[in-house]
């Protein structure tokens, strides 16, 4: 009996040993591949040997798929169907050997308790069916360890499948971010494009507003953009998150399995040392070496399961540190984004605040235009403020006061009228003059003719005496003859004395007309003297009348002309001051022949023909703009310069202190400016034209004085330009209780009309220290100041006016390292910026409004003193070349310039002088 069953166990060992083998086959060809080829081929090793009887047929698939590299999408299908393998699974092997077993253990049951009712013992159940059931429940456990497997591979390939899912996933939203990257990119390119666009000048982008527009517009659009890609990544987050917690609590669960899968293995372990125990008792040799032999061969499957349990610990693990890498890599790309993102970001704020910078920039600039607009309106409205009072006196005259009006034509048509008769007079006594003269040549003429015929008679008498005396004679001799000669002879001499005595009576009726002739003009040339000086003394006497006459009814007239005069220069004054008593007026110098030869031609500077009062200067590609009081094109004339510094000129006349003075980098055409060449006069000699024009004007009312000085200023050593000897002079504050500066031994000449001027700006010209630099052929070294105090007295009133007109011609900065000076020419180009420095602390102190201004800083701004502060007018000419190679010099004199604009000297004050005391009143 017992050999059969061992038969029968021996049959079901060798059955169940082939089934291990196989599934042993299968491991051992798995662990005989390379384990580094293990990591790359993980989906084609977790197929093998899932079950012992697919074991070799996955091994032959896994030998075909491990030649050729897998591919993803060949894991899937091989994974599809695995999925079909997997719902099919059965253990053919072992359900007939468990029923035969389960078969054979009842009927030994049935047997053993029929012996045992026909013997009445006590019923012991034989040991045979103790190993049946015991391997009856081994094969149960067995398949519960299948099925576990089986768990274990549907969670393998579950994760395989969501790593395929992810990788595709992750596939796609790589190429999503590409291409917004690449969007990104563009965007940025544009932007960029935009920005370059923004920062170089054109000609329509003056105002910078479209491409300003253009770069918010597309920063929003950025922006936009920038917080869905940060809602997408936030999103991207979550998923991978909720992904990675998925996958944990997956190997979790895992874990969990191939715990409770070890723990089985464990208790197998145990029962089947219980078995070999139980059977130790009961069995030969024979089988407790079989069932050794099994229990070994159970200790390889279980070891070969552990393996693979490990495997597929392993396998997880191992895809699990694949998605941690790739989950990694992931991170870093993300972090990569965020870092780029964060890039942008700092770009786009930074672009921000440059536009906001901008934008506030602007904003000043307007805030600042929209306080001056304000104060000028504030003047406009004062000023119409006071044009209904004007209209009030106008209507008062015109429309209230008929009568006023009707006496005014009236003296009007009566001043005409005397005016006429005056200029009638004026005729008669030009003609009675011409008549005089006519009549004096006349009576000269008389008088050279009279002389001569007076010359002629004496001639004529003298002969007469001497024919007389002759024929006398000849009476004698021939009386003597008679008495001694023939009566013929007495005839003939008879005859002789006939002819004499005829031509002795011819002569005298001429000699009696030219008597007459005498005599009458004498009493005409008498006659008309008297004439002539009654006739003036009537025309005088009719002259004076008249101009009685005149004047007794222009009275009127000249009081309203008077207040007429008033009120012009008031509002001239008020049109200065509307203007600013500080104007910044720009001069660019024209591009001339000589420096058409050089290399560096290239013009930096543009005017604007429709905006008179900007110009941009192109400097390292950047265009610059400029705002003064007035911009001229280089090729503006002289005339058009002193049209508008005219007005100021008329101030100096009406009693106000007025400096004009040019600046600007050496030989960018100051002196041109100022002094200008001989055929075409700068503004120094046509502000004094313009002056005695003027003054010609006023001179019925205002009787005018004209004194001129000239000064100039070389290392700071004044030098008096009226003078040769070139002495050295000082500053010093008048004596005369004044406080004003005076300069001891300066010369001061009064000039009496146009000419005189011309000659003494010509001496100056000639005074003035100039040399020959590498800037400019004919550089001036020093500053020139050309005084010139006009002082007024109102006839009717006698009111005293002292005007001030302070033409300034200053020396060129310039760049010693540019210019290249040395020795002398070092000490003059050090000295002179050195006083130009101090020029413009003064403009800064002015500008600040501060109580200390350092006048006295340099021997200039000293002299400027009282022409250039507070309650004065003043007009600066900035002068600039127009050439790229002068352009940081350019640009230096600009930005002075702007600075100059922004003083405020207030309201002018005029110096006027009433009676003992001096009076200012603005
Ligand atoms: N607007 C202009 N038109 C024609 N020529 C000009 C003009 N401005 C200047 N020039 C010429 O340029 C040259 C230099 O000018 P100028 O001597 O007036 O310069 P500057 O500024 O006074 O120089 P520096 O400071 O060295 O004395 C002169 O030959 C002058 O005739």
Not at 328 to 336: A, F, I
Request: aromatic residues 4%.
């Amino acid at each position: 009996m017992y050999a059969f069953y061992s038969l029968l166990v021996y049959i079901f060992y060798t059955v169940f040993k082939k089934d291990e083998e196989t599934v042993l086959e299968g491991a051992c060809g798995e662990t005989s591949e390379d384990p580094g080829h293990v990591s790359m081929e993980t989906g084609s090793r977790r197929k093998v040997g899932h079950t012992p009887r697919s074991g070799k047929r996955q091994y032959d698939r896994i030998s075909d798929s491990s030649n050729s590299s897998s591919s993803e999408s060949d894991d899937l299908s091989l994974s599809d169907e695995d999925g079909d393998a997997d719902e099919s699974y059965s253990i053919p092997a072992k359900t007939p050997l468990a029923a035969f077993l389960s078969f054979k253990q009842e009927t030994e049951k049935r047997k053993v308790s029929s012996v045992h009712t026909e013997t009445g013992e006590k019923m012991i159940e034989p040991p045979l069916v103790a190993v049946m059931s015991h391997l009856l429940s081994f094969l149960e456990q067995y398949s519960h360890l299948q099925q576990l497997q089986q768990q274990a591979e549907q969670y393998r390939m579950q994760l395989r499948r969501h790593r395929v899912q992810h990788r595709r996933k992750m596939k796609a939203l790589r190429s999503s971010y590409r291409q917004r990257l690449r969007d990104k990119s563009s965007v940025i390119h544009s932007l960029e494009e935009a920005i370059a666009q923004q920062q170089t000048p054109s000609p329509d982008n003056d105002t910078g507003t479209p491409g300003l527009h253009k770069l918010v517009q597309s920063l929003c659009g950025l922006q936009g953009e920038r917080s869905l890609l940060r809602g997408e990544l936030r999103l991207l987050h979550s998923q991978l998150e909720q992904r990675e917690q998925d996958r944990h609590s997956k190997v979790q669960a895992f874990q969990q399995q191939i715990d409770e899968l070890k723990s089985c293995i464990e208790e197998r372990e145990e029962e089947l040392s219980k078995l070999r125990i139980a059977s130790g008792e009961t069995d030969s040799e024979k089988r407790m070496l079989c069932l050794s032999a099994e229990n070994e061969s159970l200790k390889q499957s279980l070891s070969v399961t552990q393996g693979l349990l490990q495997q597929l610990s392993i396998i997880p693990s191992q895809s699990s540190s694949l998605l941690i890498k790739e989950n990694e890599n992931l991170r870093s790309r993300v972090l990569q984004l965020e870092s780029t993102l964060q890039q942008r970001a700092e770009q786009l704020s930074r672009l921000e605040r440059q536009s906001e910078q901008d934008q506030w920039r602007r904003g000043e600039e307007l805030r600042r235009r929209d306080e001056r607009v304000k104060e000028l309106q504030l003047e406009l409205d004062k000023e119409r403020s006071k044009e209904p009072v004007v209209k009030y006196v106008t209507r008062t005259v015109e429309v209230e006061s008929p009568s006023t009006l009707r006496q005014l034509t009236e003296a009007r048509q009566k001043n005409d009228h005397l005016k006429q008769r005056l200029s009638n007079e004026k005729e008669r006594c030009k003609q009675l003059e011409e008549k005089i003269r006519r009549s004096d040549e006349v009576s000269c003429n008389l008088q050279h003719k009279i002389a001569a015929y007076e010359r002629e008679i004496e001639s004529l008498q003298a002969e007469l005496m001497k024919e007389i005396e002759h024929l006398e004679e000849k009476k004698d001799e021939a009386v003597k003859a008679a008495a001694n000669c023939s009566q013929e002879q007495f005839q003939s001499l008879q005859d002789q004395f006939m002819t004499l005595q005829r031509r002795l009576n011819a002569l005298p009726p001429t000699l009696r007309s030219m008597k007459t002739d005498y005599a009458s003009l004498r009493s005409q040339v008498r006659n008309f003297a008297e004439f002539y000086g009654s006739a003036i003394k009537e025309a005088k006497k009719q002259i004076s009348a008249a101009i009685n006459e005149m004047s007794e009814a222009n009275k009127d007239l000249l009081e309203k002309y008077r207040k007429e005069v008033a009120l012009r220069r008031k509002y001239h004054e008020q049109l200065v001051e509307l203007k600013g008593n500080i104007r910044v007026l720009c001069r660019v110098k024209p591009v001339l022949k000589e420096d058409q030869h050089d290399e560096c031609q290239a013009v930096a500077v543009t005017t604007d023909p429709h905006n008179e009062s900007a110009l941009s200067v192109l400097s390292k590609g950047k265009a610059k703009t400029f705002e003064l009081d007035k911009v001229f094109h280089p090729q503006a004339t002289q005339e058009e310069v002193f049209q508008e510094i005219e007005p100021l000129i008329t101030s100096c006349i009406d009693g106000y202190h007025v400096c004009i003075f040019a600046y600007g980098q050496t030989g960018s055409g100051k002196t041109y400016t100022m002094e200008g060449p001989v055929d075409n006069p700068g503004i120094n000699q046509r502000a004094l034209k313009h002056l005695f024009n003027e003054i010609e004007e006023r001179k019925d009312m205002w009787n005018y004085t004209i004194t001129v000085s000239s000064v100039e200023v070389y290392n700071e050593v004044l030098r008096d330009l009226l003078s040769k000897d070139g002495e050295k002079l000082d500053i010093k504050i008048n004596p005369d209780g004044t406080g004003q500066l005076h300069v001891p031994g300066l010369r001061i000449k009064e000039v009496k009309n146009f000419q005189h001027i011309k000659k003494i700006l010509a001496t100056t010209r000639r005074n003035r220290i100039t040399f020959g630099t590498q800037m400019n052929q004919h550089s001036s070294r020093s500053h020139a100041l050309l005084t010139i105090t006009v002082q007024g007295t109102d006839l009717a009133t006698g009111t005293k006016t002292t005007g001030k007109l302070n033409l300034v011609d200053l020396a060129g900065s310039e760049r010693v390292s540019k210019s290249g000076a040395e020795g002398e020419r070092l000490k003059e180009a050090q000295n002179i910026n050195r006083s130009l420095l101090a020029l413009g602390d003064v403009i800064q102190a002015l500008r600040g409004r501060q109580t200390y201004i350092p006048f006295r800083n340099s021997r200039l701004t000293y002299l400027l003193q009282d022409s250039l502060g507070k309650g004065n007018k003043t007009a600066m000419v900035v002068q600039i070349s127009s050439l790229e190679r002068n352009v940081e010099e350019t640009l230096c004199s600009l930005k002075f310039a702007q600075r100059v604009c922004k003083v405020e000297l207030g309201p002018a004050a005029r110096k006027i002088e009433s009676g003992s005391h001096c009076d200012n009143y603005s």
